[in-house]
Nanobody
Framework: QVQLVESGGGSVQSGGSLRLSCVAS????????MGWFRQALGKEREWVATAAGLGSTTYANSVKGRFTISRDNSKKTVYLQMDDLKPEDTAMYYC??????????????????????????WGQGTQVTVLS
């Protein structure tokens, strides 16, 4: 069974940086996609960024140029480096992952990256608060 555990959230001043980590367990290869979503109080959960198995990445427009997603397959870990944080980035951040693919597809791309329905597993979330 796949489990995802996030860490690295906290409070930071506007313009500051944080790095989130998500460790996955239960995978035996790297043929899966990992992504980050966030949910602000009273709002829908929204997609932030996704990394395919070999590291190709996609970003929501709201974070492009400020956030960087990366993964270390040897550690089964995905990171979200968040720079130039803004108060509107305040949210609970969730790590998500797909099931492992039997083909090579998820090595190169994640076709449902922006959709919650594209992921099979979720972490418990880590809170990020950006103070103005």
């Amino acid at each position: 069974q796949v489990q995802l555990v996030e860490s690295g959230g906290g409070s930071v001043q506007s313009g500051g940086s944080l790095r989130l980590s998500c460790v996955a367990s239960g995978y035996t290869n790297s043929r899966y996609c990992m992504g980050w979503f966030r949910q602000a109080l009273g709002k829908e959960r929204e997609w932030v960024a996704t990394a395919a198995g070999l590291g190709s990445t996609t970003y929501a427009n709201s974070v492009k140029g400020r956030f960087t997603i990366s993964r270390d397959n040897s550690k089964k870990t995905v990171y979200l480096q968040m720079d130039d944080l803004k108060p509107e980035d305040t949210a609970m951040y969730y790590c998500a992952a797909t099931a492992s693919s039997s083909s090579l597809d998820y090595y190169y791309a994640c076709p449902l990256a922006e959709s919650r329905q594209g992921y099979n597993f979720w972490g418990q979330g880590t809170q990020v608060t950006v103070l103005s």
